[in-house]
C-alpha cells in the first residue's frame, strides 16, 4: 500500500475518532450536564437528540428526567400526646435543575441520602407536633355501624388537622428544604403506622375485652332466648297434653254410652236371651277375676254359684 493511502487512513481514523467522542445522544428519560476537569460548562442539556461536546476534554454527566422514588426506613417516634409509633413513609421526586443538582449533590445517590435527612427529619417533626387520631384519621364522619349491637358505639373524637393535612405540610417544608438543590419532592405519603410493641399489645388486651364483653351480651340474650323458647315448649306440650285428654276422655264417653247402651238393649230381650247374657257377662267377670291359684267362697243364693251348679 501506497504511503498516502496510509497517512489518509490515519487521518480518516483519527477524524472518526475526535468526532465520535464531540457528540453524545439524550433519549426521553435523560438530561445531561458537561463538564470540563470537574466543572460544569454551559447549562443544562435537557433535550432530547444529538448534542455536541469539546472532544477529550469535555465529559457528560447524566441524569434521570423521570419520577424516582424514594422509600423511608420506619422509625419510631413519639406522637405530641406521648404515644410510640412506627411510622414508614414514601415519596416521590425529579431533577428539576441539573446543573444546581450537580453543582450541590453531584449524583443521584447523593440526592436520595439528602432526601433521607430532609423527609425524615421532617416527618419526626411533624409527627411529634400532632396527636395520634390526627396521624391516622384525615377527616371527622359519621361511624358507619353495621350490626345492631354496635347501635350505642360512641361518636368518633373530632380531628383538628387530619393525615392529608400532615402529609402537605411534610411535603411544603421538604420543598423549601430542596429548593436549593435542584431537586423538587412531588408527593409524600405516610405508607403505615403501628404501634410499638408495648402500645400494641394494650391496645390489643382492649380490643380482646371489648371483644369479650360484646360476647357475653350475645350470651346473655341466647340464654334468655333459650328459656323464653323452653317455657313456649312446655307450654305448648300442657296444652297439646291437655287437649289429647280432654278428646279421649270424650271419645271414651261416648264409647260407654254406646256400650252401656248395648248391654242395656241385650238385658231387655227375651229371658233366654237375658239368661244366656247373664252367663256370658258372669263367665268373663270369672276368667279376669281369677285365675289357678284363686279360691271362692260362694253362698248358696248366690248369681254365680247357681250358674256353676247348674253347668254340672
Known amino acids: 500500500m501506497k504511503p498516502k493511502n496510509i497517512i489518509l487512513l490515519i487521518l480518516i481514523g483519527v477524524f472518526a475518532i475526535v468526532g465520535f467522542s464531540s457528540i453524545f445522544i439524550l433519549d426521553e428519560t435523560q438530561q445531561a450536564i458537561v463538564t470540563q476537569f470537574g466543572r460544569p460548562v454551559g447549562g443544562p442539556r435537557t433535550e432530547p437528540g444529538l448534542n455536541f461536546k469539546a472532544p477529550f476534554i469535555h465529559k457528560v454527566q447524566y441524569f434521570d428526567k423521570r419520577y424516582l422514588k424514594w422509600d423511608g426506613d420506619p422509625n419510631q417516634v413519639p406522637t405530641q400526646d406521648k404515644k410510640f409509633i412506627f411510622v ?93 438543590l435542584g431537586i423538587r419532592v412531588l408527593d409524600f405519603r405516610f405508607k403505615r403506622m403501628n404501634y410499638v410493641d408495648e402500645v400494641r399489645r394494650n391496645v390489643y388486651d382492649r380490643m380482646i375485652s371489648e371483644r ?55 238385658y231387655n230381650r227375651t229371658a233366654m236371651s237375658r239368661d244366656l247374657y247373664t252367663f256370658l257377662r258372669s263367665m268373663e267377670a270369672l276368667e279376669k277375676s281369677f285365675d289357678k291359684e284363686t279360691s271362692i267362697i260362694l253362698t248358696t243364693d248366690s248369681e254365680l254359684y247357681r250358674f256353676l251348679k247348674g253347668s254340672r
Not at 391516622?136 to 353495621?146: C, D
Not at 383538628?160 to 411535603?171: A, Y
Request: hydrophobic residues 35%; without cysteine.
Open 212 to 266: 369479650n364483653r360484646i360476647a357475653d351480651q350475645f350470651r346473655s340474650e341466647g340464654q334468655g332466648e333459650a328459656r323464653r323458647i323452653e317455657g313456649d315448649k312446655e307450654r305448648d306440650l300442657a296444652q297439646i297434653s291437655s287437649e289429647a285428654f280432654r278428646e279421649a276422655e270424650i271419645i271414651r264417653g261416648k264409647a260407654d254410652a254406646e256400650a252401656t247402651s248395648l248391654y242395656s238393649a241385650a
Open 88 to 180: 414508614d413513609t414514601y415519596a416521590r421526586w425529579e431533577i428539576v435543575d441539573p446543573l444546581q443538582f450537580f453543582i450541590r449533590l453531584r449524583d443521584e445517590r447523593s440526592g436520595q441520602s439528602r432526601l433521607d435527612d430532609i423527609l425524615d427529619g421532617e416527618t419526626r417533626n411533624a409527627v411529634a407536633s400532632h396527636e395520634l387520631l390526627d396521624l391516622v384519621r384525615s377527616s371527622n364522619r359519621e361511624p358507619e355501624v353495621y350490626e345492631e349491637y354496635l347501635q350505642d358505639i360512641e361518636e368518633l373524637e373530632e380531628i383538628t388537622v387530619g393525615r392529608e393535612h400532615i402529609e402537605k405540610i411534610i411535603l411544603e417544608r421538604a420543598n423549601e428544604r430542596t429548593s436549593d
